[in-house]
């Protein structure tokens, strides 16, 4: 079994190189038209590529020049691993005369530099990644860089990576003042269902007859939405899983120390299901503790509140339960969220869950107590319809933190993940 938490933790790993691009088929498809476009008028062009980190741009990018390897001279250049900004055109240079190394110094590579990007007999494929890292005191370099698609006879298919969405108008002006700004393609930060997607396809990579049991669905579903509630950076979701494998097999370690003999058997089972899972018998075997190896969803949670230390969570979950209750009609009021229509939810959620209701007095004391607390604010007003209230906390904070309760679990689903 600790053969199989290897090789699961090895999956959830974001190696570019290798990886496979999941949820992004219309970024995909964009990139590749670009490509293509320029390939077919055989001239020069730029696309910058923006959005949040951890939504999968360089790895996109990367899949995709690898299926140009034959038609167009790739070069792939990272911002971050230069000290010195004007050593980028020293590299560029190196890799189009495909020389291990160069004496040349950054003028004079530049120089080469302008005249290989209009003879070249292939396109070629440049994609700069961090470019961010260029801005300020290195902004010519930038310029030169976005200024080569444009020179007569360029050969050159350039691609800008960086997060910033406005990194184009704010640091280049002049190249919208000269017609020559690159076309912009954003993306998006993943959702709910493209994190759980992702997370699927890279434990399915390790599939075995029992792979599900490691993962159940709910809890890939409760990493996801906690992720997506923090700007969808798939990196977080797939290291919240590592630490989940880390902290079992530290578990199975302490268990199994004093049995090695056993730990070797369930190696042995699992290589002979990857080499032939259709082998019904042998999948199918079981040992006497395949049980403790169930990933459950309290063990996501634990890692979870740990890797975002959430002091909201803490908040939610150490309220009375008729103050959690008022959280959970908060985040159902559709619009015109005011004392009287949280009031009205409240009892009716009470109702349901056949629980007496806080008379109006309490229930002011309730929120006295959730706005001390620093989850709520609402505004003073004799009449009560216009005591304004205001969440501090995100709906998927709320599901977060209170979807161990089987009590709320009816009046949870009705909750959309994230606030609008």
């Known amino acids: 079994m600790q053969k199989l938490l290897e090789n699961l933790k090895k999956s959830l790993t974001l190696i570019?190189?290798?990886?496979?691009?999941?949820?992004?088929?219309?970024?995909?498809?964009?990139?590749?038209?670009?490509?293509?476009?320029?390939?077919?008028?055989?001239?020069?062009?730029?696309?910058?590529?923006?959005?949040?980190?951890?939504?999968?741009?360089?790895?996109?990018?990367?899949?995709?020049?690898?299926?140009?390897?034959?038609?167009?001279?790739?070069?792939?250049?990272?911002?971050?691993?230069?000290?010195?900004?004007?050593?980028?055109?020293?590299?560029?240079?190196?890799r189009l005369k495909n020389l291990k190394s160069t004496k040349k110094k950054p003028e004079e590579s530049l120089v080469e530099i302008e005249q290989i990007i209009i003879d070249n007999e292939k396109m070629i494929l440049?994609?700069?990644?961090?470019?961010?890292?260029?801005?300020?005191?290195?902004?010519?370099?930038?310029?030169?860089?976005?200024?080569?698609?444009?020179?007569?006879?360029?050969?050159?298919?350039?691609?800008?990576?960086?997060?910033?969405?406005?990194?184009?108008?704010?640091?280049?002006?002049?190249?919208?003042?000269?017609?020559?700004?690159?076309?912009?393609?954003?993306?998006?930060?993943?959702?709910n269902t493209q994190i759980v997607q992702i997370l699927n396809d890279r434990i399915s990579s390790c599939e075995t007859t029992k792979y599900r049991l490691l993962f159940p669905q709910d809890s890939l579903e409760l990493c996801a939405q906690q992720v997506a509630s923090h700007k969808g950076d798939l990196r977080k979701a797939l290291e919240i899983l590592r630490r989940v494998v880390d902290m079992k097999s530290t578990q199975i370690e302490e268990m199994e120390e004093d049995d090695n003999d056993e730990e070797d058997e369930e190696d042995e089972e699992y290589d002979t299901e990857m080499e032939d899972d259709e082998d019904d018998n042998q999948s199918k075997k079981k040992t006497t503790s395949e049980e403790d190896y169930i990933f459950t969803i309290d063990n996501v949670m634990d890692v979870i509140a740990e890797?975002?230390?959430?002091?909201?969570?803490?908040?939610?979950?150490?309220?009375?339960?008729?103050?959690?209750?008022?959280?959970?009609?908060?985040?159902?009021?559709?619009?015109?969220?005011?004392?009287?229509?949280?009031?009205?939810?409240?009892?009716?959620?009470?109702?349901?869950?056949?629980?007496?209701?806080?008379?109006?007095?309490?229930?002011?004391?309730?929120?006295?107590?959730?706005?001390?607390?620093?989850l709520i604010k609402m505004v003073n007003h004799k009449i009560e319809s216009n005591r304004k209230i205001t969440k501090l906390f995100s709906n998927s904070d709320l599901k977060m933190s209170l979807s161990s309760l089987r009590l709320f679990q009816n009046l949870l689903e009705n909750i959309e993940d994230n606030d609008s």
Request: proline residues 3%.
């Open 307 to 374: 890797f975002f230390d959430n002091q909201t969570h803490q908040n939610i979950k150490k309220l009375p339960i008729n103050s959690q209750i008022i959280l959970i009609s908060s985040c159902q009021v559709q619009s015109n969220l005011n004392f009287s229509s949280l009031y009205e939810l409240y009892k009716t959620n009470c109702k349901s869950l056949k629980m007496n209701y806080l008379e109006n007095s309490e229930f002011i004391d309730s929120l006295s107590h959730i706005i001390e607390n620093g």
């Open 16 to 94: 570019e190189e290798t990886s496979q691009v999941i949820s992004r088929e219309s970024e995909v498809s964009n990139v590749k038209e670009f490509i293509d476009q320029c390939i077919e008028s055989q001239s020069g062009n730029s696309l910058y590529i923006c959005g949040n980190p951890g939504t999968g741009k360089s790895l996109t990018v990367k899949s995709i020049q690898r299926e140009y390897l034959k038609t167009c001279k790739c070069i792939n250049i990272n911002c971050m691993e230069f000290s010195n900004a004007n050593s980028i055109f020293v590299e560029i240079y190196r």
């Open 126 to 191: 440049l994609v700069v990644d961090e470019i961010d890292q260029l801005v300020s005191s290195f902004s010519q370099v930038l310029y030169s860089i976005f200024e080569w698609p444009h020179i007569e006879g360029s050969r050159v298919i350039l691609i800008g990576i960086a997060n910033a969405i406005d990194l184009v108008q704010k640091t280049l002006p002049k190249l919208l003042k000269l017609g020559r700004e690159p076309q912009i393609l954003k993306f998006k930060p993943y959702n």
